[in-house]
Nanobody
Framework: QVRLVESGGGLVQAGGSLRLSCAAS????????LAWFRQAPGKEREFVAVITRNYPVTRYADSVKGRFTISRDNAKNTMYLQMISLTPEDTGVYYC?????????????????WGQGTQVTVSS
């Protein structure tokens, strides 16, 4: 079982940048496919980005493509989400998630482990 803890959220002006981190403990970090999801008030949790355990392969939601970069450092048991050119529509609680297996997934129901979330607020 892996425990995930997000950090790096905060308040930023539109056009600004943030880097989120997701630190893992327990389990075998390098064996998991990892992802970021976000949830805005009154909305469902939505996929942001995913990174596989091998190569690795990355996929992004269309709304963040070209602005967000997901990465992982297996030696540090940490995943990152670099976010640039932030807009108010990026506001929400950002969650990291992990799943066993090598396949990517955009569906939160397929992820077994979740962090507690970190708040990102982008002001206009």
């Amino acid at each position: 079982q892996v425990r995930l803890v997000e950090s790096g959220g905060g308040l930023v002006q539109a056009g600004g940048s943030l880097r989120l981190s997701c630190a893992a403990s327990g389990g075998s970090f390098s064996s998991y496919t990892l992802a970021w999801f976000r949830q805005a008030p009154g909305k469902e949790r939505e996929f942001v980005a995913v990174i596989t355990r091998n190569y690795p392969v990355t996929r992004y939601a269309d709304s963040v493509k070209g602005r967000f970069t997901i990465s992982r450092d297996n030696a540090k048991n940490t995943m990152y989400l670099q976010m640039i050119s932030l807009t108010p529509e990026d506001t929400g609680v950002y969650y990291c998630a992990a799943k066993a297996g090598i396949k990517t997934s955009f569906n939160p129901a397929n992820f077994d482990f979740w962090g507690q979330g970190t708040q990102v607020t982008v002001s206009s």
